[in-house]
Each structure stands twice: as C-alpha cells, then as structure tokens.
C-alpha cells in the first residue's frame, strides 16, 4: 500500500508562489496517474490538478494558467508549482494516487491520500 505525505505550504501574500511536494512510499507511483486536491473550511474537497504515467497534465478551471503539476519517477515524487496565488486558493492540499496502472486521469478513482499540507494565502 502507498503512502504520501506532502509538505511546502505556508503562508503567503496574494500573488506569491509556492511550491508543494508529495513524496511516496510503499510502491513505485511512476505507472499511476497522481493528483493534487484541495479542501477549503466548510467546503468539499475538490481536484486541482493530475498527471497520468505518460505526463498528460489536467487542470482545474480555477488554477488553469497559474499551478503546474510535475512528478519525478526516479525520486518517486509528485509537485505542484503554484504562482499568482490568491485568497481563494487557500485550503489544505492533498495528494493522492489512482488505484489503477496506466490509465488516464479518472478524479473518483484517486485514493490514499497524504494528511495534507496547508496552504494560505492573504489579501
């Protein structure tokens, strides 16, 4: 079984960066598609961003432009480069794995996910 644990958040002004990293354990990641999600105070968790194992990058509307998802297979890593952040963009993020190998990205197929890494960012 996998297990992710992320980290790099913070506290941020609006229009700073961050950058997040999920690093994996338990099994090799590099043949499964990975996604970063968010959850806000009193809100559902949401998708932001996922690579499928051949690099096919999907974005949510909202993040479109200014988050950039990556993965390094050799170190069994996932990140997500977040520039231009905003107000609305703080959340505690996830990471998270699909269940099944060399497969698109599929959001109600993500599982195990890390304890999150908050995320705020001030006006």
């Known amino acids: 079984q996998v297990q992710l644990v992320e980290s790099g958040g913070g506290l941020v002004q609006a229009g700073g960066s961050l950058r997040l990293s999920c690093a994996a354990s338990g099994r090799t990641v590099s043949s499964y598609a990975m996604g970063w999600f968010r959850q806000a105070p009193g809100k559902e968790r949401e998708f932001v961003a996922g690579?499928?194992?051949?690099?096919?990058?999907k974005y949510a509307d909202s993040v479109k432009g200014r988050f950039t998802i990556s993965r390094d297979n050799a170190k069994n890593m996932v990140y997500l480069q977040m520039n231009s952040l905003k107000p609305e963009d703080t959340a505690v993020y996830f990471c998270?794995?699909?269940?099944?190998?060399?497969?698109?990205?599929?959001?109600?197929?993500?599982?195990?996910w890390g304890q999150g890494t908050q995320v705020t960012v001030s006006s």
């Open positions: 690579v499928t194992w051949s690099d096919i990058k």
């Open positions: 998270a794995t699909d269940t099944r190998p060399w497969g698109p990205i599929v959001v109600a197929r993500f599982e195990s």
